[in-house]
């Protein structure tokens, strides 16, 4: 099966609150996901919530890294969306379950744009 991309979905639960409401920390940790899996990074912008919660995005040439935290839950919802063969989403996604110290967590791999090549 030949795909365009691959979207990593992470369901992380059980991690720690204090980074999950930690801005910087957060921009840091996608950034750095990004680069250690070999993409392209173009940019990022992050949003502080009130009286928590942090929602970023790290944009690159292949795609995006997406984060949304429920500090108050302890629970983040993380995207991974890669094209072409050079960037490991995987490795992306598991530094992001370590980092967020995630106790609980689940990753579904989906591929997308599967064409008919006929």
């Known amino acids: 099966m030949n795909a365009l991309g691959k979207h990593y979905l992470l369901e992380l639960k059980d991690c720690n609150r204090e980074i999950l409401n930690d801005l910087e920390s957060l921009k840091k940790i996608l950034n750095t996901a990004a680069r250690v899996a070999g993409a392209t990074v173009l940019g990022d912008s992050f949003h502080q919530f009130e009286p928590q919660g942090v929602s970023g995005v790290v ?5 995006h890294l997406f984060i949304h935290t429920w500090p108050e839950c302890g629970y983040a919802a993380v995207d991974i969306f890669t ?7 995987g490795k992306a996604a598991q530094m992001v379950v370590e980092q967020l110290e995630s106790k609980n967590h689940s990753i579904l791999e989906i591929q997308r744009g599967i064409l008919d090549t006929e």
């Open 83 to 89: 094209c072409g063969e050079s960037v490991r989403p």
């Open 59 to 63: 944009v690159i040439a292949e795609s």
